[in-house]
């Protein structure tokens, strides 16, 4: 019989294999599961000697993680499953992984979040382009040059132009 005993490496060891739970959205041992597969650990392993690892990602999370955040998340977590414990991370070393991973999904939310107000901020600007090409389009030519560019109430053929 094997003993086993409780080390820090040990429970590194544990914590990768929560890791996974929570990226697969699955628990450790795999109840009703057909093949020879029966814990997250194994599979986990199997997957990422197909290089299929991708595919076990929660479909709840899949589109919502940046690949360079996911890709940070799996490493340290496989990292945490080696065999040899000697072979397994620090505590540090995993708590700095995570903070990547965390830092990467931070910067593609906030670029997201810039990106989108860009965005509603050029639509803005084009419906304003638009407006003012089809207002411009109704006016006439009896304007001044600087009426014109500033729209002004004070110019007759705009102000009936705005009414419309």
Known sequence: MERCFLTKESDIYSLGVVLFEMMCGRLAILKDHKDEHRTLVSLVKQYYKEGKLDELVFEGIRDKVVPKSLITFQTIAYWCLSVEREERPTAREVALQLKKALEYQGDFEIRKAKLQSDYKEMMRMLKLTDVYSNTSQRISTTCSPKESYFK???????????EK
């Open 152 to 162: 002004t109430e004070k110019c007759a053929c705009h102000k009936a132009a705005m």
